[in-house]
């Protein structure tokens, strides 16, 4: 069955450093998320991204965060200056272009930034 | 906009005893209504979907939910507890816009299993 994948499954950075979360997501799909979850906190929804370019974002995401697809299969979030809050769970989804709402979002393991 | 609300951060049922997680939703719009499970050290896993068909909705591992409108609920049931339920359980809702249909997820009701 085919299924997102994230890499790396943990990422410890030092505060101020750029970091990239990498996914690849399932091969016919066709809209692009992440999300983060911090320790003990519900999922929180960061951007979403449909044909090369961002459909929607959340006041999370400002601009120390950008997404991109490089070479239609990566998919990459990468946070330029990372601050301690921005240690989390993150979670790429990726969905079918199924039209309105029947579509499902398929999630990936997760990448554990920890910023120290 | 849509939001979730879900009752009970803690449940514990005995085995093979009655699961049900409370999730109740708000939305300006026809939502689309989902439950994941988040099992230790691992991604969402999909249990079930409603998005307007039938009001109860099978999933996997035995679970249920019903949608009701009158009660802007969608409580997730299992009949009989398993040790291998023991997870995270998330109610998420969706809109019904084009293109951009991002999930708004419920705080979460993590599950234990009594032996």
Redesign the interface.
């Given at each position: 069955e085919p299924e997102v994948t994230q890499t790396p499954s943990h990422q410890v950075t030092q505060m101020g450093q750029e970091v990239i979360l990498r996914c690849v997501p399932i091969s016919n799909h066709l809209y692009f998320y992440w999300y983060r979850q911090i320790l003990g906190q519900k999922v929180e929804f960061l951007v979403s991204f449909y044909n090369n370019e961002i459909s929607e974002k959340s006041e999370i995401f400002d601009d120390q965060f950008s997404v991109e697809r490089p070479d239609g299969s990566n998919f990459t979030l990468k946070i330029r200056s990372t601050k301690l809050e921005d240690s989390a769970m993150y979670f790429c989804a990726s969905r079918g272009g199924g039209g309105l709402g029947t579509d499902t979002q398929y999630f990936g393991p997760g990448t554990r930034l920890t910023v120290l | 906009a849509q939001s979730v609300t879900q009752l009970g951060s803690h449940v514990s049922v005995s085995e093979g005893a009655l699961v049900l997680l409370r999730c109740n939703y708000s939305s300006s719009v026809p939502p689309?209504l989902?439950w994941?499970v988040q099992y230790p050290n691992?991604?969402?896993?999909?249990l079930l979907?409603y998005?307007s068909a039938a009001t109860l909705v099978k999933g996997i591992n035995g679970f249920e939910a019903e949608f009701k409108k009158s009660e802007t609920s969608f409580h997730l049931t299992k009949p009989s507890a398993h040790m291998s339920d023991a997870a995270e359980y998330?109610c998420?809702v969706?809109?019904?816009n084009?293109?951009?249909?991002?999930?708004?997820?419920?705080?979460?009701t993590r599950l234990t299993i009594i032996p």
């Open positions: - | 689309y989902f994941y691992q991604g969402l896993q999909l979907k998005t998330f998420a969706s809109g019904s084009f293109g951009n249909e991002k999930l708004t997820f419920g705080t979460g």
